[in-house]
Nanobody, 114 residues
């Protein structure tokens, strides 16, 4: 059973930065494309960033140039560096594989104040 544990969220002012981490257990991590998703109140969960096994990355237009996804295969960890944060980035952030089929973790809350 795959387990996902997200951490690193918090309250930050607009323009600030946060670094999220996701510890992954129970999967062949190094071969798996991983992703970060987010869900704002009253909205559907959306894909934010993807990193493939060859470290190729994709980003949603709304975060391109501000967020960076990375992976550490030795530690089975995927990270999301978020810079120049905006109030509209406020959401619960989750990690999962690139098609969202693992059991979802608890997520980590990111709140950006204006």
């Amino acid at each position: 059973q795959v387990q996902l544990v997200e951490s690193g969220g918090g309250l930050v002012q607009a323009g600030g930065s946060l670094r999220l981490s996701c510890a992954v257990s129970g999967s062949i991590f190094s071969l798996t494309a991983m992703a970060w998703y987010r869900q704002a109140p009253g909205q559907q969960r959306e894909l934010v960033a993807t990193i493939y096994s060859n470290r190729r990355t994709n980003y949603a237009d709304s975060v391109e140039g501000r967020f960076t996804i990375s992976r550490d295969n030795a530690q089975n960890t995927v990270r999301l560096q978020m810079n120049s944060l905006k109030p509209e980035d406020t959401a619960v952030y989750y990690c999962n594989n690139h098609i969202g089929t693992y059991p979802w973790g608890q997520g980590t809350q990111v709140t950006v104040s204006s």
